[in-house]
T-cell receptor, first 114, second 115 residues
Framework: NAGVMQNPRHLVRRRGQEARLRCSPMKGHSHVYWYRQLPEEGLKFMVYLQKENIIDESGMPKERFSAEFPKEGPSILRIQQVVRGDSAAYFC????????????FGQGTRLTVV | AQSVAQPEDQVNVAEGNPLTVKCTYSVSGNPYLFWYVQYPNRGLQFLLKYITGDNLVKGSYGFEAEFNKSQTSFHLKKPSALVSDSALYFCAVREIKAAGNKLTFGGGTRVLVKP
């Protein structure tokens, strides 16, 4: 039973380019969460999605960031026109359902903007 | 709004000694509480959770945590630390009535276990 799979593990982008981060949740999980971790900081919630729906995007920057979780395929976090401040580790987590079940995390994508 | 505080940036302990990592939380209702561990360049691994019931929760790798409602704390403990326990530890809280598993994390505590 594969865990949460994120790719790529490392991504380097020049300022102004687009970054696409992918997350495949654990089998049977229909809830996906994205978090951002800046160096030496804790994780900050960005967005919560279920299949084809954004449930909570209160942590997403208003511009340049978007997320989707289509009916088929992985969840995508998209960052347009990246800036140096976007450099961070982006973690995806998934859970089976609402309620108290813990979320399982992927190994993250480390984005470096040069 | 919910919040989590981990007052210590780093905890140093000798191998074989007890380890405690502190966490306090703030939520408007009843909390779900979690501890995760992060090894270098890895994702977060789940250690344990408190939902309801016994205040002392036992988790993976010999860790346990004690929920104290009056002190709004959820300290992580291990009776005898190992060098391999050196990692970054995160406490997280989720408000019971909140939708999904949106977690609020503390800033993390780095644990260094010296041989």
């Amino acid at each position: 039973n594969a865990g949460v799979m994120q790719n790529p593990r490392h991504l380097v982008r020049r300022r102004g380019q687009e970054a696409r981060l992918r997350c495949s949740p654990m089998k049977g999980h229909s809830h996906v969460y994205w978090y951002r971790q800046l160096p030496e900081e804790g994780l900050k919630f960005m967005v919560y999605l279920q299949k084809e729906n954004i449930i909570d995007e209160s942590g997403m920057p208003k511009e340049r960031f978007s997320a989707e979780f289509p009916k088929e395929g992985p969840s995508i976090l998209r960052i347009q026109q990246v800036v140096r401040g976007d450099s961070a580790a982006y973690f995806c987590a998934s859970s089976m359902r609402q309620g108290y079940t813990e979320a399982f995390f992927g190994q993250g994508t480390r984005l470096t903007v040069v | 709004a919910q919040s989590v505080a981990q007052p210590e940036d780093q905890v140093n302990v000798a191998e074989g000694n007890p380890l405690t990592v502190k966490c306090t939380y703030s939520v408007s209702g009843n909390p779900y509480l979690f501890w995760y561990v992060q090894y270098p360049n890895r994702g977060l691994q789940f250690l344990l959770k408190y939902i309801t019931g016994d205040n002392l929760v036992k988790g993976s790798y010999g860790f346990e945590a004690e929920f104290n409602k009056s002190q709004t704390s959820f300290h992580l403990k291990k009776p005898s630390a190992l060098v391999s326990d050196s990692a970054l530890y995160f406490c997280a809280v989720r408000e019971i009535k909140a939708a999904g598993n949106k977690l609020t994390f503390g800033g993390g505590t780095r644990v260094l276990v010296k041989p």
